[in-house]
Protein backbone atom coordinates (compact mmCIF):
# COMPACT_ATOMS: atom_id res chain seq x y z
CA UNK A 1 0.00 0.00 0.00
CA UNK A 2 1.52 3.05 -1.21
CA UNK A 3 1.32 5.34 1.99
CA UNK A 4 2.27 9.63 2.07
CA UNK A 5 2.68 11.17 5.67
CA UNK A 6 3.18 14.98 5.83
CA UNK A 7 4.45 17.29 8.68
CA UNK A 8 5.65 20.37 9.16
CA UNK A 9 3.05 22.55 8.25
CA UNK A 10 2.79 25.72 10.44
CA UNK A 11 1.50 29.29 10.87
CA UNK A 12 4.41 31.74 10.49
CA UNK A 13 5.13 35.57 9.66
CA UNK A 14 5.78 36.79 6.41
CA UNK A 15 9.42 36.26 5.84
CA UNK A 16 9.49 33.51 8.08
CA UNK A 17 10.38 29.89 7.35
CA UNK A 18 9.01 26.33 7.44
CA UNK A 19 9.99 22.96 6.43
CA UNK A 20 7.59 20.61 5.41
CA UNK A 21 8.34 16.89 5.59
CA UNK A 22 6.78 13.65 3.94
CA UNK A 23 7.48 9.96 4.29
CA UNK A 24 6.52 7.06 2.07
CA UNK A 25 5.90 3.76 1.65
CA UNK A 26 4.72 0.98 -0.48
CA UNK A 27 7.13 1.89 -3.34
CA UNK A 28 10.23 2.32 -4.70
CA UNK A 29 10.94 5.32 -3.42
CA UNK A 30 14.75 6.17 -5.13
CA UNK A 31 12.71 5.50 -8.42
CA UNK A 32 10.29 7.46 -8.16
CA UNK A 33 9.55 11.31 -8.78
CA UNK A 34 8.08 13.54 -5.54
CA UNK A 35 6.86 16.55 -5.57
CA UNK A 36 4.84 19.21 -3.65
CA UNK A 37 1.34 20.86 -4.84
CA UNK A 38 -0.89 23.51 -3.69
CA UNK A 39 -4.28 24.82 -4.63
CA UNK A 40 -4.34 27.95 -6.89
CA UNK A 41 -7.11 30.26 -8.82
CA UNK A 42 -8.83 29.09 -11.59
CA UNK A 43 -9.53 25.55 -10.12
CA UNK A 44 -5.99 24.16 -10.55
CA UNK A 45 -3.16 22.00 -8.53
CA UNK A 46 -0.14 24.14 -9.15
CA UNK A 47 2.98 21.57 -8.69
CA UNK A 48 5.05 24.03 -6.56
CA UNK A 49 8.35 21.61 -6.87
CA UNK A 50 9.14 18.29 -7.20
CA UNK A 51 12.49 15.49 -7.25
CA UNK A 52 13.51 12.67 -9.26
CA UNK A 53 14.55 9.77 -8.21
CA UNK A 54 18.30 10.80 -9.76
CA UNK A 55 17.83 14.14 -8.01
CA UNK A 56 17.04 16.46 -11.04
CA UNK A 57 14.38 19.27 -9.09
CA UNK A 58 11.72 21.31 -10.23
CA UNK A 59 10.36 24.57 -9.04
CA UNK A 60 7.67 26.60 -10.18
CA UNK A 61 8.35 30.26 -10.99
CA UNK A 62 6.73 31.79 -7.76
CA UNK A 63 8.81 29.62 -5.38
CA UNK A 64 12.64 29.89 -7.47
CA UNK A 65 15.42 30.94 -5.11
CA UNK A 66 12.60 30.54 -1.62
CA UNK A 67 12.17 26.87 -1.49
CA UNK A 68 14.46 23.89 -1.79
CA UNK A 69 13.15 20.46 -2.20
CA UNK A 70 15.40 17.49 -0.84
CA UNK A 71 15.40 13.74 -0.01
CA UNK A 72 17.06 11.43 2.20
CA UNK A 73 16.62 7.74 0.18
CA UNK A 74 17.44 6.71 3.66
CA UNK A 75 14.23 7.85 5.38
CA UNK A 76 12.19 7.65 2.34
CA UNK A 77 11.53 11.22 3.03
CA UNK A 78 11.18 14.28 0.80
CA UNK A 79 11.69 17.95 2.11
CA UNK A 80 10.22 21.19 1.25
CA UNK A 81 12.34 24.03 2.73
CA UNK A 82 10.44 26.93 2.48
CA UNK A 83 11.85 30.22 3.20
CA UNK A 84 11.34 33.96 2.84
CA UNK A 85 7.30 32.95 2.66
CA UNK A 86 5.05 35.35 1.56
CA UNK A 87 1.15 35.34 2.35
CA UNK A 88 0.31 34.22 -0.80
CA UNK A 89 2.28 31.04 -0.12
CA UNK A 90 -0.85 30.21 1.88
CA UNK A 91 -2.24 27.15 1.18
CA UNK A 92 -2.74 23.41 2.06
CA UNK A 93 0.15 21.63 0.63
CA UNK A 94 0.60 18.66 -0.60
CA UNK A 95 2.69 15.66 -0.96
CA UNK A 96 2.25 13.59 -4.28
CA UNK A 97 3.62 10.78 -6.17
CA UNK A 98 2.95 8.51 -9.11
CA UNK A 99 4.97 5.78 -7.02
CA UNK A 100 4.62 2.60 -8.26
CA UNK A 101 3.46 3.57 -11.80
CA UNK A 102 6.59 5.30 -12.36
CA UNK A 103 5.31 8.31 -14.55
CA UNK A 104 6.31 12.13 -13.83
CA UNK A 105 4.44 14.27 -12.56
CA UNK A 106 2.13 16.89 -14.45
CA UNK A 107 3.26 20.98 -13.26
CA UNK A 108 -0.49 21.42 -13.20
CA UNK A 109 -3.78 19.79 -12.36
CA UNK A 110 -7.06 20.84 -13.41
CA UNK A 111 -9.49 20.42 -10.09
CA UNK A 112 -8.56 20.09 -6.03
CA UNK A 113 -5.03 18.60 -4.93
CA UNK A 114 -6.05 15.83 -2.99
CA UNK A 115 -8.43 14.25 -5.46
CA UNK A 116 -8.37 10.93 -6.46
CA UNK A 117 -6.61 10.62 -10.21
CA UNK A 118 -5.14 7.85 -12.02
CA UNK A 119 -1.93 7.03 -11.06
CA UNK A 120 -1.16 9.16 -8.40
CA UNK A 121 -0.87 8.98 -4.52
CA UNK A 122 -1.33 11.89 -2.55
CA UNK A 123 -0.62 12.54 1.29
CA UNK A 124 -2.84 14.06 3.48
CA UNK A 125 -1.98 17.53 2.93
CA UNK A 126 -0.14 20.17 5.66
CA UNK A 127 -1.48 23.78 6.22
CA UNK A 128 0.96 26.50 5.69
CA UNK A 129 -0.53 29.94 6.67
CA UNK A 130 1.58 33.10 6.43
CA UNK A 131 0.90 36.33 8.07
CA UNK A 132 1.54 39.50 6.85
Known amino acids: EVQLVESGGGSVQEGGSLRLSCTAS????????MGWYRQVPGNECELVSS???????YYSVSVTGRFTISQDNAKNTVYLQMNSLKPEDTDVYYC??????????????????????????WGQGTQVTVSS
Open 96 to 121: ATSGPFLERLWHGLSGLCGAYRENIF
Open 26 to 33: GFSFDDSE
Open 51 to 57: ISGGGRT
